[in-house]
Antibody, heavy 122, light 112 residues
Framework: QVQLVESGGGVVQPGGSLRLSCAAS????????MHWVRQAPGKGLDWVAF????????YYTDSVKGRFTISRDNSRNTLYLQMNSLRAEDTAVYYC???????????????WGQGTMVTVSS | DIVMTQSPDSLAVSLGERATINCKSS????????????LGWYQQKPGQPPKLLIY???TRESGVPDRFSGSGSGTDFTLTISSLQAEDVAVYYC????????FGQGTKVQIK
């Protein structure tokens, strides 16, 4: 079945780095754009970044621009989020999500992973 | 960025009764080229990821019970649960999926 599985979360000190991974299965990964969305403890959903099916035209929320990099390896069916210069406010569960269509970028998010927790604390 | 505002923040409804959640966007979500509203609704239960319920404002995702329905156009949208079931207790989010996508703050639905 269609599945996304995140990994790579953990506890990191402020200023540190982490790389999250999202392994995809059950669909043609290279056909779909992908997003990262985060959710701070007890808070709502906060979009982080998007990458097109072919790895081009990446978009980021303003608060992570210059610190986070979204990328993908279509040969490995894996999405990544490199997070540098981490701050306390980056503490959240990070979800990867697949868009529902292939014709253009703007679709709802129809498949989500279970999430991986990132805690930024000294 | 487009701001999404949901109301109410929480509501309690008796089993079998109707639950209505409103969502207002700061800009129109109707794209004139295809006449579609770029609005989705998600359900999130505790400890779980969000689940897509409704997209294009009123299209139900496969497998979603027909007690869930979406309506509205432009800047004003509604999610209706026609007959609340115990398993519908969750937080519901609206989302616009223009670039950048943004979510409402969420509405918590509980049993009265």
């Amino acid at each position: 079945q269609v599945q996304l599985v995140e990994s790579g979360g953990g506890v990191v000190q402020p200023g540190g780095s982490l790389r999250l991974s999202c392994a995809a299965s059950g669909f043609t990964f290279s056909d779909y754009g992908m997003h990262w969305v985060r959710q701070a403890p007890g808070k709502g959903l906060d979009w982080v970044a998007f990458i097109r099916y072919d790895g081009s035209n990446n978009y980021y929320t303003d608060s992570v621009k210059g610190r986070f990099t979204i990328s993908r390896d279509n040969s490995r069916n894996t999405l990544y989020l490199q997070m540098n210069s981490l701050r306390a406010e980056d503490t959240a569960v990070y979800y990867c999500a697949k868009i529902r269509g292939t014709e253009y970028n703007n679709y709802p998010f129809d498949v989500w992973g279970q999430g991986t927790m990132v805690t930024v604390s000294s | 960025d487009i701001v999404m505002t949901q109301s109410p923040d929480s509501l309690a409804v008796s089993l079998g009764e109707r639950a209505t959640i409103n969502c207002k966007s700061s800009q129109s979500l109707l794209y004139s080229s295809n006449n579609k509203n770029y609005l989705g609704w998600y359900q999130q239960k505790p400890g779980q990821p969000p689940k897509l319920l409704i997209y294009w404002a009123s299209t139900r995702e496969s497998g979603v019970p027909d007690r869930f329905s979406g309506s509205g156009s432009g800047t004003d949208f509604t999610l209706t649960i026609s007959s609340l079931q115990a398993e519908d207790v969750a937080v519901y989010y609206c989302q616009q999926y223009f670039t950048p996508p943004t979510f409402g703050q969420g509405t918590k639905v509980q049993i009265k």
